[in-house]
Each structure stands twice: as C-alpha cells, then as structure tokens.
C-alpha cells in the first residue's frame, strides 16, 4: 500500500474521495510495506481462505490513500487523510539525520511506508537504500515498492525479488495472526512479483516509441493479464480473457474454461494489489472486469467510469467498449415494480379491485329524485295559495 506517482491521473480526485475517506486512517491496510499500526484489510479465515471487502468498504478504504497523496496548494491546509499520516510523521527522524541511522530495519521499513503513503518516495529511498546491504525482508521488499511509485520497474523488481532471493518472510508479523501472514506471503511471492514483470515488460516494449506510436499503443491497450499466475503450469494456458463460450464480451457471462483460470479469491487478491498500488489504473480496470463477470455492474460501472474520467484513461478502446456495454447491461436489467403496502406494512400481494364507472342508470335516477323533489314543494306551495284568498297567487288550471 504505497502512493503510486507513476500513473496518469493520480492527482485529479474528486471531492466525494475526500469524504469518503475522512476519519478514516485505521481502515487502511498493512501491505508488502511494514506497517504495524496498521490492521490488515482484507478478511483471512483461519483456514488461510481471503474474502473480498464489500465495494463500498473498498472505496472508502481507496480513498484514504488517494486523499493522501494530495498536495495542498500554498496557504491551503492538507485535507483530513493527509494530515493524518502526516501528524503520524510527527517527531519522527529525517532520513538522513543520526537518529533515522539508529533506527531499527523494522523501523526504518515503517517510516518509509508513511513517507510513500504521502508520496514522499525521495525521502522513503534515503531511508532504505542504506539498509540493502543488510538484508532485511521488510526493507527489500519497501524499496521495491519505492522504485515501482517511481515507474522504475527494473529496479522494483530487482529489490523485491532478485535482492531477497532466499530470504523468506519471518514466521511471525508484528500485527498480523498466521493466516494473515501466510496469505500475504503468497500474494508476495506470487501477484507482486507477476505484476511487476508485467508492468517491467509493457513499460520497456514502449521505450522507444514515438509519441504517435505512444497514442496508438495506449488506444489498443487490453485488460492486465495478471491471472494465471505463470507458474500455475501448461495447462492454466493463455491469460483470462473476459468472454462468454462464443468468444464475445457480455457482461455477467464468462466461459467456463475462462473462469477456471481464476483463483477463488480474484477480487480479494486485486483489492490488496490496489490497497497497496492505489495509483495503479490498470489494476483498477481489471477489477471492474472482474466485478462485470459476477454480475456486480453497479461496482464495475463505477470503477469504469473513474477510469474513464479522473483516472484519464477514456482513450482505452476495449475499456470504454467493455464500459459501453456493462452500463447498457445495467439499465436491462428488469426492474421490480412498485407495490403498495397493506395494512401491516408489507406489500400485498392481491391486486385492489377496480373501482366500477359512474353508470348512466345512477345518473338518471339522481335527477329523477330530484324532480320528484321540487314538484312536491311546487304542489305545496299551489296549495297555501288556493287557501289564501286574494293573496295574489298564481293560479294553475
């Protein structure tokens, strides 16, 4: 979990992150990078199985980092997640100063995790590149992250993999219960070494481009083939591929052998890899892939739609195709109608009789009434005048 500064778009963050985020500081996540204040996000049983976080929860838990990263302006103050991590800062040694030497490897790997969370990657390699030569796990593996905030996947892989080569994590973690630990081993070993080759191997294939080569590469780029892990063998085959058994996209329908490429626990492995690379967009389409293929449009429809437009990658085909399509996708599905709650406040089940037209029989028996009504006082009037003689009546026959 570390402030990403290598993709386009990471600063522009809208105001809804911000108070998603506010208050927030101990829903973060330990990650790769030592942090033991920090509890652990994603939920572990104790039989070692990850469950994803709900969306929300993920979201609010995505924008304490993002916020994070905001730079106030000049005479501004840092917003409410910022300054958090920064009063954690507070009194804690520079990097270069003979109190930041005297610290601890341990230490040191955690005050470099606070300086990257606030994207202070400069300060976070003074601290850590003095260590490389004492190796210590959290330290290789914290400047490894430090390299890749920098887009410098060499050297992030280099740390994290090549430097640590037969350095195992320690058996316990400060923080974490033992099926937390070993969960993070395997995404350790495995998702982050993967992802980093992957990053290493698009970024180099793209050095020597020209800038209308550049556009062109950037329009054709395709989901992140992060699953299967190379080695799950021959028979895992070609990456996932988001299709259904006739080989189209169509949201909430993935073909069987597809599917069976990706582990149980996807989600939860790509919302620790955000957690961790907060900036990295192409983690976050792929997630939105992931929530389309189990029918989850409202999360995918939301992650696209930030891709598209804060994460400035609307000039993704297959993103704004797949996009297209899951939004359509969601506006087909049918939608319940409304009923009307009885008596004991549920929804009733019995239409309501329909209330019968007003008939010309009822009609006509009104005005009938009514004439029989006013000849009758008619009558009685004739009668008081026949009975007063000289009155000035009106006489009838």
């Not at 300054?83 to 507070?90: P, T, V």
């Not at 804690?92 to 230490?107: C, D, H, Q, T």
């Amino acid at each position: 979990m570390y402030p990403c500064l290598y993709v386009t778009g990471i600063g522009i963050v809208t105001g809804i992150g911000i108070v998603a985020g506010v208050g927030a500081l101990n829903g973060t996540s330990l990650a790769s990078l030592y942090s033991p204040a920090d509890p652990f996000a994603i939920p572990v049983a104790e039989d070692g199985t990850a469950s994803e976080l709900p969306f929300d929860e993920f979201k609010r838990r995505l924008a304490v980092l993002t916020n994070a990263l905001i730079e106030p302006r000049p005479g501004e103050t840092p917003n409410p997640d910022r300054k958090r991590f920064l009063d954690r800062l507070a009194g804690k040694p520079e990097p270069n100063s003979p109190e930041a030497r005297a610290l601890s490897a341990r230490e040191a790997a955690a005050l470099a995790t606070d300086l990257l969370r606030l994207g202070k990657s400069d300060k976070a390699l003074d601290l850590l590149v003095p260590r490389a030569r004492r190796p210590d796990y959290f330290v290789l593996t914290g400047l490894g992250h430090v390299f890749a905030s920098r887009g410098d996947w060499a050297n992030a892989l280099k740390y994290h993999s090549e430097e640590r080569f037969d350095l195992p994590m320690p058996a316990v973690v400060e923080g974490l219960s033992k099926p937390q630990r070993d969960w993070w081993e395997k995404l350790d070993a495995g998702y982050v070494d993967h992802f980093y080759r992957l990053r290493r191997r698009e970024t180099e294939g793209r050095r020597n481009l020209t800038p209308a080569e550049l556009d062109r590469a950037n329009e054709t780029e395709d989901v992140l083939p992060l699953f299967p892990l190379p080695e799950a063998g021959p028979s895992a085959g070609t990456p996932v591929r988001f299709v259904n058994d006739a080989g189209s996209y169509e949201p909430g329908r993935l073909a069987a052998g597809e599917r069976a490429k990706l582990p149980a626990d996807a989600v939860a492995v790509v919302q620790q890899l955000l957690l961790w690379f907060p900036g990295e967009t192409r983690l976050y389409w792929l997630l939105a892939e992931l929530y389309a293929a189990q029918g989850d449009f409202d999360a995918a429809v939301a992650i696209f739609d930030e891709c598209a437009w804060s994460r400035q990658y609307g000039n993704r085909k297959v993103l704004m195709e797949h996009r297209a399509a899951v939004r359509a996708a969601r506006e087909a599905r049918p939608r319940p109608e409304p009923q009307a709650p009885t008596s004991s406040g549920t929804a009733d089940q019995t239409p309501a009789p329909e209330e019968p037209p007003i008939s010309f029989t009822a009609i006509g028996m009104y005005f009938a009434a009514v004439g029989l009504i006013a000849l009758v006082a008619l009558l009685r009037a004739v009668s008081r005048c026949r009975r007063r003689a000289g009155a000035g009546c009106v006489k009838f026959g």
